[in-house]
């Protein structure tokens, strides 16, 4: 790589590289620690490609590197989540927002892989339906599908403790 | 308030305090350098294996020398000089490597002190010994490279490297992998790929050994390839050597294929 190239590969990492951490924790459900490995390593694919895909939308090129990496990470991940998740928290919560904030992130953390980073790249990075079809390589009625299966499975769960979703 | 609201509320939450850090950029540098030597070694065994349509392994020795045609290109026979190797001016010596290899501007050593490259062999001390072979020879004025990967090249396979000193962590100047069983076998399958290719085995230490330039994309051998020995030591045993490109560049054509043999002639099994 030219030093341009390097140059301009330090400026996107500065850009974007706490959105696709970010993105990396939602979809994978992993922490912040392990994301940043999994980022890491993606963006080692990126770095590699970097010279060739820097003038064509490497935003969305990584993002969709980042979404896949942390959708097989999930699945590695599968086991470990649903005996650490499966139950909600003992704790007793004063805040009923902190309450619900909880219930729903664990909910989202039950979900299927896909069908999270569904719901991630739709409500979280408010992609539309084709954007996230196309980071995705689905279709946007899977995409609808996905996110409104994602959606009622989280409502049917969790509504008992908001009783307002809907 | 709707539940996607609530959702995308509870994620803002969740990771509102998270961010990269500053070291991201080298972190990822850092990667790029260690998968470097993987697929370097990936690429050189690989472009054993598929060989078909691609460009004679033999150039002559004379300088200036360009790749023969098909039906022109020497066969050399057994026993005879090989001539494989183009004589290219010696390279002044650097601290650099390959030049497919990035450099990175702010290298240094990894922050945390851990190792960046694979251990799967453990402490080799010299290198010299591992996966049931042990290298007699080695060129003057190396060390081991202080890394390896166990089964990264079929199972069972080992490989590690020597570098000459002030070469970056990830760069190599020798590198050997050892083929077992299965490897073994797939190692053979390279060998009878080579032979299509035009390529005859010359004898080195009595065996028959394929010396070659491996390029680096799949199944090509080119002109500036990888020089590359390959053999098999013993029933379920193969061994590849490979001296990187810079430093054979630094050695000259006739001194590559001269050091690689003695790699080969040096090399006993040990059980």
Known sequence: MTEEDEAAFDEFLAARSTALLRTAILVCGASAHDAEDLVQHALEKVYRHWSRIRHDNPESYARRTVVNAAISASRRRRVIQEITFARPPETLVDDPDVELRDALLAELRRLPARMRAVLVLRYWEDLSEAETAALMGCSAGTVKSQAARGLARIRERVGTLEGVFG | ?271
Do not use: C
């Open chain 2, 1 to 271: 308030m709707r539940l996607e609201e609530e959702l995308a509320g509870a994620m803002e939450a969740h990771v509102a305090d998270v961010h990269a850090g500053p070291s991201m950029g080298a972190a990822v540098r850092r990667r790029h350098r260690a998968r470097g030597i993987r697929s370097r070694t990936a690429g050189a065994a690989l472009a054993t294996a598929v060989v078909a349509g691609a460009v004679p392994a033999y150039l002559a020795l004379d300088a200036g020398a360009t790749v023969p045609s098909e039906t022109a290109a020497p066969a050399p026979g057994l026993g005879a000089p090989s001539a494989l190797w183009t004589e290219a001016p010696p390279a002044p010596p650097t601290a650099t490597a390959d030049p497919d290899t990035t450099a990175d501007p702010d290298a240094s050593p990894s922050e945390d002190g851990s190792p960046a490259m694979p251990q799967d062999l453990g402490d080799l001390g010299d290198g010299r010994r591992f996966g049931g072979v042990r290298f007699g020879y080695l060129p003057e004025g190396l060390k081991w490279g202080e890394w390896s990967v166990k089964n990264t090249f079929g199972t069972t396979s080992y490989s590690t490297t020597w570098v000459e000193p002030g070469l970056e962590p990830g760069m190599y100047s020798v590198q050997a992998v050892v083929y077992r069983d299965g490897a073994a076998r797939q190692a053979a399958e390279r060998m009878k790929g080579y032979r299509k290719q035009g390529s005859e085995a010359v004898v080195i230490g009595g065996e028959r050994v394929h010396l070659v330039r491996a390029g680096e994309a799949v199944g090509k051998i080119t002109e500036d390839g990888t020089p590359t020995a390959l053999w098999t030591e013993a029933p379920g045993l193969a061994v590849e050597v490979m001296l990187s490109p810079d430093y054979a560049g630094r050695l000259g054509g006739k001194e590559t294929e001269r050091e690689l043999r003695r790699i080969v002639e040096g090399l006993e099994p040990t059980g």
